[in-house]
């Protein structure tokens, strides 16, 4: 990455009132199928005498990748155990190999900023495993108040946007900041920044209110979709009533079925029933997360779409003078982690504390690795405006 000229930045704070906005072409370039989708209009398959055979989810490889999707936590070490003590020196030692092709960002923090001189740092943040831990119960996934504080003043230095697989509202409730940008449901509900000239212009961004009163614009890429999400959200929640430990949530424009608290042994249960439920809904596909399945919609939008939406309607695509960084845990962010490196135009840092290929730059090892790092990147950015005279 070459460097500009030294000059000071301007800084965006306001995610609403100061952006300027670009249409990125890939908002068009998903295809419209020909059925029209309406709630009811599918062939409900969820009596559980219909179900598929177990072959299919063994054949379709979907219990291979629920296990290859959720590690197993690492084991505490007993006393006297040295059968143990030697697998977990295994492990760090595995670990330790598969850092000299993902550094640590922090160890590498001199390299990155070296490459910040003089650009616009841009960041994505994703939410679940990033800035809060992995709890057994989704719901109270909370951030921690000094991650909150230091998520703030991200916002303050550098515009920034989470960009989750949850809903919009619910990720907002969690993180409670109003500075930021949000990217629900897999960047497929974006609030804000969007010009009037956007929403004049393309069907799928519409203006609305907030529950202040406040007109916001919301780009939705996959609105059509929402009442057959509905609909097959009403029908998961039926089929998986009498599986102890499964949970189904409904993010707006996908639904998540969590296998967390579920035996392992009823695992292939689970993934028949959603399997089969899936085979009615030809628009609709599963993706596997850290122990749960993802229904979402067959559209060519991804957090990596979602990254480029944003950088083109913030005006940061000039990649000799924006530097984007993408933090996130998960596979669904390996969308945004391909589209920075293809383009070789930012950073995307994988939390991961266990060996995992991915197409990130550099890696950290959980959460509270992560709140360093930010901390480290809000000090540095202090210290430049300092030294331009800036307060
Ligand atoms: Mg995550």
């Known amino acids: ?55 299919d989810v063994r054949s379709n490889g979907w219990l291979d990748a629920m296990k290859a999707s959720s590690p197993p936590r690492k084991k505490s070490v007993l006393k006297g155990s040295s059968a143990l003590v030697a697998s977990i020196d295994f492990d760090m030692e595995d670990y330790n190999l598969w850092m000299l092709e993902y550094p640590s ?27 809060s831990p992995i709890v057994e119960d989704p719901d109270c996934a909370f951030m921690t108040e000094p991650m909150r504080t230091t ?28 500075e930021l940008y949000y990217a629900g449901s897999h960047g497929m509900d974006i609030i804000g920044p969007v010009s009037d000239t956007l929403h004049e212009n ?21 609105k059509e979709f929402l009442p057959m999400i509905d609909e097959v959200f009403r029908t998961l929640i039926d089929i998986t009533k009498d599986i102890e430990g499964a949970k189904v949530e409904n993010h707006k424009f996908c639904v998540s079925v969590h296998y967390r608290n579920v035996e392992e042994n009823n695992w292939t249960v689970i993934a028949q029933r959603v399997h089969d439920i899936l085979k009615n809904y030809p628009r609709l596909r599963s993706t596997h997360g850290r122990k749960v399945l993802e229904i979402r919609p067959v559209i060519d ?91």
């Not at 295809?31 to 005498?49: E, F, I, R, V």
């Not at 589209?339 to 070789?344: A, D, F, H, T």
């Not at 197409?359 to 809000?378: H, I, P």
């Open 202 to 222: 393309h069907p799928d961004c519409v203006k609305s209110t907030d529950d202040q009163g406040n007109e916001i614009t919301l780009f939705q890429p996959a």
């Open 105 to 131: 960002a922090l160890g590498a923090f001199e390299k990155i900023i070296d490459h910040a001189k003089n650009k616009k740092i841009a960041m994505f943040l994703d939410y679940d495993g990033t800035l």
């Open 151 to 178: 998520v703030r003043r991200v916002a303050k230095c550098f515009p920034t946007a989470i960009i989750s697989g949850r809903s919009r509202d619910k990720v907002f409730d969690l993180v409670k900041l109003t």
């Open 1 to 55: 990455m070459d460097l500009q000229p030294s000059h000071a930045s301007p800084i965006l704070t306001d995610p609403v009132s100061k952006s300027r906005l670009g249409i990125h072409s890939s908002l068009l370039a998903y295809s419209q199928q020909d059925s029209p989708l309406s709630p009811g209009k599918y062939t409900k398959s969820n009596s559980k005498k219909n179900m598929g055979s177990l072959d």
């Open 301 to 391: 939008w991804n957090k990596g779409k979602a990254v480029e939406f944003l950088l083109e309607s913030l005006g940061l695509t000039d990649m000799n003078d924006v530097l984007p960084i993408y933090i996130g845990d998960d596979k669904t962010d390996e969308d945004a982690f391909k589209v920075l490196r293809e383009s070789n135009r930012g950073c995307g840092i994988l939390v991961s504390s266990v060996r995992k290929d991915s197409n990130a730059l550099y890696s950290l090892r959980d959460t509270s690795e992560v709140m360093r790092f930010l901390q480290r990147l809000v000090n540095w950015k202090r210290k430049q405006e300092r030294k331009h005279g800036k307060k």
